[in-house]
T-cell receptor, first 111, second 113 residues
Framework: DAKTTQPNSMESNEEEPVHLPCNHSTISGTDYIHWYRQLPSQGPEYVIHGLTSNVNNRMASLAIAEDRKSSTLILHRATLRDAAVYYCILRDAYNNNDMRFGAGTRLTVKP | SAVISQKPSRDICQRGTSLTIQCQVDSQVTMMFWYRQQPGQSLTLIATANQGSEATYESGFVIDKFPISRPNLTFSTLTVSNMSPEDSSIYLC??????????FGAGTRLSVL
């Protein structure tokens, strides 16, 4: 699986938008971009994923660069419950037997 | 979605002993995965467990140390054998659902004295 690069940590104020960046310059044409987050003392949970087009769901939005070498997870209004480690992961559509977790970004949300 | 139950949620064990962790899913799934998360670290894949075949282990993990069973499509176990303090970690199972989304259990927190 191709590697991803994320900032180690970010801070946000409550009820403000948060933009979590991820670089994946070696992404292949069949790699999907997945985002998971891990809340304290819990297992990771799925947030969103996409291939080329921007994606929206009830949790977040995913903005994918035109060249697909980077993406941004957008939390539109951060809450204290969004404090977690966010992982950006690439998964090959045809060889997706596992996920390789990087170090992720630890998001702190300030009241 | 899939609901995953892991048991035990935590345990404290003596070195040299073994612990078996159970992972139960509320629906039939083909692929199950076991991960380790050492204190303050990210997740590392231990092995992939498919029903009807032997588990596939990642580099650095061996069957003698981490034997895995997968007797049916809703259940798997991971055993941590001959434990040492270095095995103190969180062990998590996950399953692959539709659209290649993985669902994780809450994990088993293991402390080895």
């Amino acid at each position: 699986d191709a590697k991803t690069t994320q900032p180690n940590s970010m801070e946000s104020n409550e009820e403000e938008p948060v933009h979590l960046p991820c670089n994946h310059s070696t992404i292949s044409g069949t790699d999907y971009i997945h985002w998971y987050r891990q809340l304290p003392s819990q297992g990771p949970e799925y947030v969103i994923h996409g291939l080329t087009s921007n994606v929206n769901n009830r949790m977040a939005s995913l903005a994918i660069a035109e060249d697909r070498k980077s993406s941004t997870l957008i939390l539109h209004r951060a809450t204290l419950r969004d404090a977690a480690v966010y992982y950006c992961i690439l998964r090959d559509a045809y060889n997706n037997n596992d996920m390789r977790f990087g170090a992720g970004t630890r998001l702190t949300v300030k009241p | 979605s899939a609901v995953i139950s892991q048991k035990p949620s935590r345990d404290i064990c003596q070195r040299g002993t073994s612990l078996t962790i159970q992972c139960q899913v509320d629906s039939q799934v083909t692929m199950m995965f076991w991960y380790r998360q050492q204190p303050g670290q990210s997740l590392t894949l231990i092995a992939t467990a498919n029903q009807g075949s032997e588990a596939t282990y990642e580099s650095g993990f061996v069957i003698d140390k981490f034997p895995i069973s997968r007797p049916n499509l809703t259940f798997s176990t991971l055993t941590v054998s001959n434990m040492s303090p270095e095995d103190s970690s969180i062990y998590l199972c996950s399953v692959e659902g539709v659209k290649n989304i993985q669902y994780f259990g809450a994990g088993t927190r293991l402390s080895v004295l």
